[in-house]
């Protein structure tokens, strides 16, 4: 595959490792990354109306609206020029709706998704990686206490600034979402398997393993 572009999904459970492994594929697509996750945690941080509905719905481990999701998509698909060489979309699309309204709006652009990258885990694991996840809110990069430990304690490996605790990351609310998951999101697997660009790997192993069969994957087709 060209290293010049990049339209892409990456799909998995929370914990998965979307977030650990997407600034990879900025760094080496040049592409933006849209995580719909971290575009909610900003409107919650600005306390705007939508972030403090969006806040409920999120601690409680459901998902918000089909509709504010996919316009906020294609908002940044529209005007954001880091988009304008590609794109890896983390978080989203959740639902089948979602997937259509994606594929639908791609292909009136004539710049259909190359690849739907699934990152497999079990359930089991998922516990322990999100009850130690740091994240630095400004840019969403995420560490985890034992697993990917910043450099200085609570801090941020490139601006220095403190981590923290994401308010949706407990047991109870990882349980809903995750429920949500294997419900609503995994069905868009088949979607993809349909379509001819899914690709799925195990994203159990170390983070760095994951990354390199990220790249296998893109690099098979
Ligand atoms: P969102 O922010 O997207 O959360 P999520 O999908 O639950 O995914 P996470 O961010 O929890 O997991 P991740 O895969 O990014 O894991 P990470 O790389 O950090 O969404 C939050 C909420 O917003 C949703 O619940 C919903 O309410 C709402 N929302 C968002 N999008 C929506 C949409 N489209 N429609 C409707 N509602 C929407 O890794 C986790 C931890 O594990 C880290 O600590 C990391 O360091 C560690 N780790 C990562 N990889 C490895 C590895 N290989 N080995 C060991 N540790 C690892």
């Given at each position: 595959m060209s290293t010049e572009s990049i339209r892409m999904v990456l799909i998995g459970p929370?914990?998965?490792g979307k977030g650990t492994q997407a600034p990879n594929l900025v760094e080496k697509f040049h592409a933006c990354h849209l995580s719909t996750g971290d575009m909610l945690r900003s409107q919650i941080a600005k306390n705007t109306e939508l972030g403090q509905e969006a806040k409920k719905i999120m601690d409680q481990g459901g998902l918000v609206s089909d509709e504010i999701m996919v316009n906020m998509i294609k908002d940044e698909l529209t005007n954001?020029?880091?988009?304008k060489n590609g794109f890896i979309l983390d978080?989203?699309?959740?639902t089948i709706p979602q997937a259509e309204k994606l594929d639908q709006m791609l292909a009136e652009r004539g710049t259909p998704l190359q690849r739907a990258v699934e990152l497999q885990v079990d359930d089991d694991l998922l516990v322990a990686r999100i009850t130690g996840r740091l994240i630095h809110?400004?840019?969403?990069r995420s560490y985890h206490k034992l697993f990917n430990p910043p450099?200085?304690?609570?801090?941020?490996?490139?601006?220095?600034e403190p981590l923290i605790q994401r308010s949706d990351d407990n047991a109870d609310a990882l349980k809903k979402r995750l429920a949500g998951y294997h419900a609503q999101t995994e069905p868009i697997v088949d979607f993809y398997k349909k379509t001819g660009i899914w690709s799925g790997v195990d994203?159990?192993?170390p983070p760095a393993t994951v990354w390199d069969e990220i790249l296998k994957s893109l690099s098979q087709k």
């Open positions: 929370p914990g998965a954001n020029p880091a988009c978080g989203f699309p959740r809110p400004a840019s969403g450099k200085v304690d609570m801090v941020d490996d490139v601006t220095g994203a159990s192993q």
